[in-house]
Antibody
Framework: EVQLVESGGGLVQPGGSLRLSCAAS????????MNWVRQAPGKGLQWVSYISSSSSTIYYADSVKGRFPISRDNAKNSLYLHMNSLRAEDTAVYYC?????????WGQGTTVTVSS | EIVMTQSPATLSVSPGERATLSCRAS??????LAWYQQKPGQAPRLLIYGASTRATGIPARFSGSGSGTEFTLTISSLQSEDFAVYYC????????????FGQGTKVEIK
């Protein structure tokens, strides 16, 4: 079964850091581009970051550029989002998503709450 | 930025009836349009890509149409499991920062 499982979310104070992980299984992780997408409470979907299969190409949304480095470890079939300098507006459910032509497989999400 | 506008915001439909959801792009996205379904507390699920191609395992009652700036998702006969929020997303350009989602249409039981 193709599956993505996120972890690492939680409650953090403004200015703090978290590392989100996404464990992939059921497919050849090394062959796929990956993304992070977030959804603020009661809101729609916002693309956050992209990484190519070899990590050679990376993109970020302007709202997280310079704060949320993305990385992957193909040997561990894992994707990461290192979240620094967190702000209240970063509060959201964070999903990892596999990309073929579109984002065709999504994890169940992990919740990040930034609050003092 | 390409703005995606979905209508209506909420659609009230009785089980067994047809539902028609609209998505409009502020400029042409060719056929680079996807539809996702999201149920409460769940991740989005890909339904349609390329404006009209059903994703693997998606029932035939879901169909997509349109190109350019006007798109439609039709659910031919609503089942109880279809009541959810539906999002359109355009992926016409590169890099991914240019991809944008609509604000969603909630399909609720009438």
């Amino acid at each position: 079964e193709v599956q993505l499982v996120e972890s690492g979310g939680g409650l953090v104070q403004p200015g703090g850091s978290l590392r989100l992980s996404c464990a992939a299984s059921g497919f050849t992780f090394t062959s796929y581009e990956m993304n992070w997408v977030r959804q603020a409470p009661g809101k729609g979907l916002q693309w956050v970051s992209y990484i190519s299969s070899s990590s050679s190409t990376i993109y970020y949304a302007d709202s997280v550029k310079g704060r949320f480095p993305i990385s992957r470890d193909n040997a561990k079939n894992s994707l990461y989002l290192h979240m620094n300098s967190l702000r209240a507006e970063d509060t959201a459910v964070y999903y990892c998503a596999r990309r073929t032509v579109v984002m065709d497989v999504w994890g169940q999400g992990t919740t990040v709450t930034v609050s003092s | 930025e390409i703005v995606m506008t979905q209508s209506p915001a909420t659609l009230s439909v009785s089980p067994g009836e047809r539902a028609t959801l609209s998505c409009r792009a502020s400029q042409s996205v060719s056929s680079n349009l996807a539809w996702y379904q999201q149920k409460p507390g769940q991740a989005p699920r890909l339904l349609i890509y390329g404006a009209s191609t059903r994703a693997t395992g998606i029932p035939a009652r879901f169909s997509g149409s349109g190109s350019g700036t006007e798109f439609t998702l039709t659910i031919s006969s609503l089942q109880s499991e279809d009541f959810a929020v539906y999002y359109c997303q355009q992926y016409n350009n590169w890099p991914p920062g240019t991809w944008t989602f609509g604000q969603g249409t909630k399909v609720e039981i009438k």
